[in-house]
């Protein structure tokens, strides 16, 4: 694969779109209804999201994204396509978002993730996430795990 590069993007690229669509579809084939908390094409559009994708060769190959809450940035819309697993894309778009929390004076970043998706949590503890408890509107759920990681 060639040089990853990450960069702001419109969730609704018609190739960002199928990347999001497939993991709604993974989502909702893993976890039970009450359980998925993933954002809609059009809720990453909206303010207060800030969405990236990650290209390799020319073409969309991971998305996430930074929602940004008071004194926290969340980390949502995280997926990387099957074909290019494994060769640290994720890692790539979650150092972005950092990044872009950290510019804007945000002194953590939090998440939700399901308990089964064990390379997602291999990534997050690699870049310093710890468990915690739910946050924000988030309700206590038998198929998720919260983390956290403080920048500041």
Do not use: C
């Amino acid at each position: 694969m060639s040089e990853i590069i990450v960069e702001r993007a419109d969730p609704r690229h018609p190739e960002a779109e199928a990347l999001l669509k497939q993991s709604h579809a993974l989502m909702q084939s893993l976890f039970p209804p009450e359980d998925n908390f993933f954002l809609d094409i059009d809720a990453l559009a909206a303010p207060g999201i800030l969405f990236f994708t990650a290209k390799a060769e020319g073409r969309v190959v991971g998305t996430g994204a930074l929602a940004v809450k008071a004194g926290y940035g969340e980390v949502k819309s995280m997926f990387t396509a099957e074909a290019a697993r494994g060769r640290g894309v994720a890692g790539k778009v979650l150092a972005a978002l950092e990044a872009e929390a950290r510019a804007l004076g945000l002194g953590w970043l939090r998440l939700e993730t399901g308990n089964s998706l064990e390379a997602a949590h291999r990534v997050y503890r690699a870049a310093g996430f710890l468990e915690r408890g739910p946050f924000g509107d988030y309700p206590e759920a038998a198929s998720s795990i919260f983390m956290e990681k403080r920048l500041s």
